[in-house]
């Protein structure tokens, strides 16, 4: 365990058999953390990006705020986000063009994921031939990742196949994956909790770790000598900060060993499968709770979440809609179909919500982890019975380090590319990228 008598690095971490923990932001790693390990000097905390998506796209009709600026109401969907609303911008206009047919003809659900944060247009196959082009996340972790352990994370709650045809003769790779660190190289997401935990603070597949996994004890209790050595320089306060954080990282623990126990539920059109929660609410909120321990801890600071893959039939009857997702999105303007996928949006919008306070909770540095993070929520298709991707449902959260101005409903002109959204995090990340799919120049105002 690195150390010094004056302050304690970013870096540092705790050891044991088979188990790697990271520390969260504390006051002993102090302002030069801020020059040394990709802060800045007014915040001593690292910026970091999140990409969190949703299929099918939304009533718009409840979606869309109906003033601009600083003095925009909450329409009946985004109404979950009204405690962090100062800390969130909504933004309309945006296009992802690259999910348009271009000659291609159907196939609107994949190419409006496999879009999403590449600009590129997806070639056309249902074989070992994929080409797309480098997702944000990527070009982000190119350049910062070697500041964490993970350079990104990829996460989701659904099942996605790396091959076959899942839309009018696309790969279902491009339905199912978000992150692409090559035009050929797909990052596929992770769906079972257990296995993002131990990536996050596992260190290897050791034989050791394996009978601590049997034996079911904490990671915690591998690394416990040094969090007893480590104690002994930390101020109250940081011993109060690191208390905090060893108990979420045992809460996360104790609820992935009940969801391994208890039996999947099963529907004739959508298995899920073992060692993931049977509620799907609890397993996407299991996976909130590892994103906010990673940006915590620095284990890394791009994210991707995919909440359900393009294109998805899964019903919600736990809301009054057992109907599919997918089915019900093309409901040709009928009020009742229409009315249940306004309830999916806004069980997805309470999702986030728990996110976006779950990280606003967090004392980090001047502020909360939530100001030191951006986080766009999103879905690449406007409508799902129309299938158009223009004016696409948008958010963007958090402070970004004190580079955004949240609080606001901000509309830009049409047929703006999506791609200049991602420029501009890419900018607050220190991050120069002349061009990213079909962008044309990063926006002025967020």
């Keep these: 365990m ?24 504390l006051e002993a790693m102090g302002p030069r953390l801020a020059w040394a390990e990709g802060g800045t000097a007014e915040t001593a905390a690292p910026n970091r990006m999140a990409f969190l998506y949703v299929p099918n796209g939304v009533n718009m009709a409840d979606w869309t705020p109906q003033q601009e600026g600083v003095d925009y109401q909450l329409p009946a969907i985004l109404e979950p986000l009204s405690a962090v609303r100062q800390k969130l911008q909504v933004l309309s206009g945006l296009t992802a063009d690259k999910a348009r047919p271009h000659g291609d003809g159907g196939g609107d659900h994949a190419r409006a994921l496999s879009a999403f944060l590449t600009g590129s247009q997806a070639f056309k196959t249902d074989g070992t031939n994929i080409r797309l082009g480098v997702s ?16 990104s994370l990829e996460i989701g ?15 279902c790779v491009y339905s199912s994956t978000m992150a692409w660190r090559s035009a050929t190289q797909p990052l596929p997401k992770e769906v079972n909790p257990k296995l993002v935990f131990d990536r996050l603070f596992a260190s290897d597949q050791s034989p050791d770790r394996v009978r601590r996994d049997a034996r079911r004890r904490s990671i915690l209790d591998y690394v416990r000598e040094d969090s007893r050595q480590l104690s002994l320089q930390l101020t109250v306060n940081d011993n109060r900060k690191l208390d905090e954080y060893f108990t979420a990282i045992r809460e996360i623990e104790l609820r992935i060993e009940r969801a391994e126990k208890l039996p999947p539920v099963k529907t004739p059109d959508y298995p899920a499968p073992a060692g993931i929660p049977a509620e799907y609410e609890t397993h996407i909120r299991l996976m ?16 991707t979440f995919v ?27 009928d009020a009742a179909k229409k009315e249940k996928i306004r309830k999916i949006n806004l069980f997805h919008m309470r999702q986030l919500a728990y996110l976006l306070e779950k990280l606003n909770g967090v004392e ?18 406007h409508d799902g019975n129309a299938h158009n991707h223009e004016d696409l ?3 963007l959260a958090g402070g970004g380090c004190g580079t955004l101005t949240p609080g606001r409903h901000v509309k830009f002109a049409t047929e703006t590319p999506l791609s200049n959204l991602w ?3 890419l900018a607050r990340m220190e991050v120069s990228w002349d061009r990213l799919g079909d962008s044309t120049g990063p926006l002025g105002n967020i």
Excluded at 3 to 21: H, Q, Y
Excluded at 288 to 303: E, P, S
Excluded at 364 to 381: F, K, N, Q, R, V
């Design 364 to 381: 980090e540095g001047d502020g909360t982890l939530l100001d030191h993070c951006m986080l766009a929520y999103g879905s690449g298709i």
């Design 2 to 25: 690195a150390r010094s008598s004056s302050w304690i690095s970013r870096r540092t971490v705790l050891r044991g058999t088979g188990a790697v923990v990271s520390l969260p932001w």
């Design 393 to 395: 449902p948008l958010l």
């Design 307 to 333: 909440l359900a893959n393009e294109g998805s039939n899964r019903p919600y009857p736990f809301i009054e809609v057992p109907e599919g997702h997918h089915d019900l999105s093309h409901h040709g303007n």
């Design 157 to 171: 709650c659904e099942q996605g196949a790396m091959a076959g045809n899942c839309d009018s003769g696309y790969s």
């Design 288 to 303: 909130c709770d590892l994103m906010t321990l990673a940006f915590q801890a620095d284990v890394t600071r791009v994210v």
């Design 423 to 425: 420029l501009s995090m």
């Design 136 to 151: 944000v996340d990527q070009a982000a972790a190119a350049r910062v990742g070697d500041r964490t352990r993970l350079s």
